[in-house]
């Protein structure tokens, strides 16, 4: 049986058509796309056309209001330590309790480190902002605010572009670390008032070690990483060319297919969540179950312990996660799903375009077998028996 993978908001699959893009980066179209001559010319021209394929998926206003990075990492970071360097007036960041650590880890070491005054706003047992507090922590002391798009565990949507123009009444910027929303949801940022938003290539069929951070045109910025021109002095370093070539092709993949493809993820998301809450009892989807990303969802099962579920599972061939992937191997529950206050075992289901009906068949048929192991007792559920290809713990 083929491996299946429900695991798309940790990463994705490269698009076949991306590789072919890129191919050619790493032989004919090795040259350096700052050099005067005709090996970087070429090289060059591709550049801009990824930046402009980058432009139309986000709808930014102008092309050279994208910069490319090495990932949402680099992004979230070269953000918000911008922010403070342009404005050394102001010393306090506003972030939510269910950032990525990209954006959390950062803020807690800056805390610590350099007086800056975090305000971790909290979310209710849905997952939504708690607006109040959000609004109490806007003051002119405030140099950025940097909540997320979408939630990469939950899938969980923030109203970032009514929070960005509340973070515009007091002189703040607003910068949305928006990794799972790329690619999934429609966005026009011209007609937003967000200032900086964070993006990255494996999280949507393009290469990992690659990601763009969009600057809207007349935001100060100062660059995270010091050295060369590139990246008009926003992003020093010999350009990642065969990457960025392949993020551009990913970028024209997902608005050309997203009509289609967020139709598919919806209602393959919507078949394993109903039929895993119509075949095993105590269970429920966490999060808002409708301001969500359309192909993730997010499913808490009372009684069972840990990662069991996602490691049986992934004993059959199949990948979804408990919690985040990025803070697997790390004991207690998610700080996503603490700060929802859920304590039961929560497991990840993310789908992409390249799933099918028949895998999540396949999940449905082993699931409750699985659950029922877990909660040591078979009589729990109508469950079958344990799958052949089940190897007890
Ligand atoms: C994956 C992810 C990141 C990190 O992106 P990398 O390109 O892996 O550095 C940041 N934020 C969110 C919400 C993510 O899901």
Redesign the pocket.
Known sequence: MRPIYLDN?ATTRVDPEVVEAMLPFFTDQFGNPSSIHGFGASVGSAVKKARRQLQALIGAEFADEITFTS???ES?NAAVLSALEAMPNRTEIVTSAVE?P?VLTLCAHLEKNRRVKMHRIPVDRQGRLDLDAYLAALTPHVAIVSI?WAN?ETGVIFPVARLAELAKEVGALFHT?A??AVGKLPMDLKSTAIDMLSL?G??LHGPKGI?ALFVKRGVRFRSLIKGGHQERDRRAGTENTPGIVGLGKAAELALTVMDDATKRVTSLRDRLEQGILQRIPNTCVTGDPLERLPNTTNISFEHVEDDGIPILLSRLGIACSSGSA?TSGSTGPSHVLSAMNMMHEAVRFSFARDNTEAEVDRVLEVMPAIVDRLRGSPVMSQAGEVPKAFNPV
């Open positions: 908001n990932g949402g990492t979230d990525h990209a997320m990469n670390d990794v799972q990255s494996h999280k990601g990025c």
